[in-house]
């Protein structure tokens, strides 16, 4: 074996941590789990960590021959697509093999009344003319686009305070941290009178509670895409991921760094 294999994790999500607590410990691994910084109060991991951007893809491809990291874990939200992007750029150049760890989006089951749309604002312009109580789980980034659709009801929930607040004549802010079980979905969308959900389709089970309660209350949901990605190898399954990294770590070759 040449040593530790050097991993980094870009993170933020259930993924990201599930594979730090896994690697935690593992003399063969030599992991950091890089967080964006953009929640308070983040959990934790038992892994080396940094919380902040590297600086553009000039940052991440000099911290990456600094830290001489030998495989990159993209393991970010499926819809972080600046970072993702960076990624892909930053190991290209400096021959950093990269790997994308993410789940696989929510397919529609009989009753849901699902509409797919592209990014935020498509979704505000789904929304139509008549106004509606809209139920807004798309992340604080999200919530400028539906500024264009001013004459609706938003329930906004978000882990923590949009700076600065949405520039909306009615709506309510739910600052709540799931996971949120289905009676509790439930119960949120009919106290409030929600007729239609707008979120992203980030896939998992964290928060598929409020896609459950939408159906079994007969709410329409609208739903974004996932951007699509470049060629980049993908894995679903933490076992299989755990099993490629052990892989490389054991017959791994050092490979020229760019210059």
């Not at 001489?68 to 993702?84: G, K, N, R, Y």
């Not at 397919?107 to 109580?133: F, I, K, N, T, Y």
Request: aromatic content about 6%.
């Amino acid at each position: 074996m040449l040593g530790e294999l050097h991993v980094l994790i870009l993170g933020g999500t259930t993924e990201a941590r599930l594979l730090a607590e896994r690697l935690a410990g593992d003399r063969t691994i030599a992991p950091i789990l890089s967080l964006a910084g953009r929640t308070k109060n983040p959990t934790l991991p038992a892994i080396p960590f940094r919380i902040g951007g590297f600086g553009g893809i000039g940052g991440l491809i000099s911290y990456l021959r600094a830290q001489s990291i030998d495989l990159v874990i993209d393991a970010t939200h499926p819809f972080a697509e600046q970072m993702s992007a960076h990624a892909e750029i930053a190991c290209r150049q400096t021959h950093v093999p990269l790997v994308l760890f993410t789940r696989p989006p929510w397919q529609p089951s009989e009753g849901d009344r699902w509409s797919e749309v592209v990014d935020a604002d498509a979704a505000a312009h789904a929304l139509g003319a008549a106004p509606r109580r809209v139920f807004l789980t798309v992340g604080r980034l999200q919530l400028p686009a539906f500024e264009a659709a001013p004459i609706h009801h938003y329930l906004i929930r978000s882990i923590d305070k949009p700076e600065p607040l949405p520039k909306l004549p009615n709506y309510h802010l739910l600052l709540a941290r799931g996971p949120f079980s289905l009676d509790d979905e439930m119960r949120l969308m009919e106290t409030e009178g929600i007729e239609i959900l707008v979120t992203k389709n980030s896939g998992g089970d964290a928060t598929y509670a409020k896609i459950e309660a939408a159906r079994k209350l007969g709410i329409s949901v609208i739903l974004m895409r996932p951007p699509a990605r470049a060629d980049v190898p993908t894995f679903h399954d933490l076992e299989a991921l755990l099993a490629f990294i052990h892989d490389a770590a054991h017959q791994r070759v050092p490979e020229p760094r760019g210059v």
